[in-house]
């Protein structure tokens, strides 16, 4: 079953525009990633951030964590038609058998329109 | 440098035939991964292997589903007597380490139509 909550669950922005995605978790974590997945494509790993931190940035994406509220946010800037795509978060929970099971969200479809 | 790679990209089966779907990790990649993606769903854990050892297979929807890894490289999914409900996307997944801050990297998927 799916562990996380992502919010909203369809997008649709304009090219150049700001998009945030937010995405909820029920149990403690490692860590918390976010993937892309396009069109009929395997899913490709944007972003990790750990337990321990609370903001991560790699090129436009910025990753916030609150383990406090178990919530996690991508925001993706200057969006390009590009960005398209289906994204999602999955947590990495504190197993010590499972070596790093990701738990996935349901995903947010991103549309960017040119 | 390859990545991770899947075949067949699409299998369609007749319900009650058995499949076989093949994922080729990342050469020295200790951690393999199955996931299975339903329509308009995120993937959902179905097994682990690390090494040649399957360490969690909690994930396997039910006994028709098996899957091995018996050198510790390549590995095979495979269901028998398929049901329309096992039709989905199998994910594929390999991490270099065990540990929980290895990133994982995904290949295409196997597309599979049970009619």
């Known amino acids: 079953s799916q562990q996380g909550e992502e919010d909203p669950q369809a997008l649709s922005i304009q090219e150049g525009e700001n998009a945030t995605m937010n995405c909820s978790y029920k149990t403690s974590i490692n860590n918390l990633q976010w993937y892309r997945q396009n069109s009929g494509r395997g899913l490709v790993h944007l972003i990790l951030?750990?337990?321990?931190?609370r903001e991560k940035h790699s090129g436009r994406l910025r990753v916030t964590l609150d383990t406090s509220k178990k919530s996690s946010s991508l925001l993706i800037t200057a969006s390009r038609a590009a960005d398209t795509a289906s994204y999602f978060c999955a947590t990495d929970a504190r197993w010590e058998t499972s070596g790093s099971r990701l738990t996935f969200g349901e995903g947010t479809q991103l549309t960017v329109n040119p | 440098g390859a990545g991770v790679s899947q075949s067949p990209r699409y299998k369609v089966a007749k319900r009650g035939q058995d499949v076989a779907l093949r994922c080729d990790p990342i050469s020295g990649h200790v951690s393999l991964f199955w996931y299975q993606q339903a329509l308009g769903q995120g993937p959902e854990f179905l097994t682990y292997?690390?090494?040649?050892?399957?360490?969690?297979k909690s994930g396997l929807p039910s006994d028709r589903f098996f899957a091995e890894r018996p050198e510790g490289s390549v590995s095979t999914l495979k269901i028998q007597r398929t049901q329309q409900e096992d039709s989905a996307v199998y994910l594929c997944?390999?991490?270099?380490?065990?540990?929980?801050?290895?990133?994982?990297?995904f290949g295409p998927g196997t597309r599979l139509t049970v009619l």
């Open positions: 951030i750990r337990s321990n931190e």
């Open positions: 292997f690390q090494n040649e050892a399957q360490l969690d």
């Open positions: 997944a390999s991490s270099l380490a065990v540990s929980g801050r290895a990133k994982q990297f």
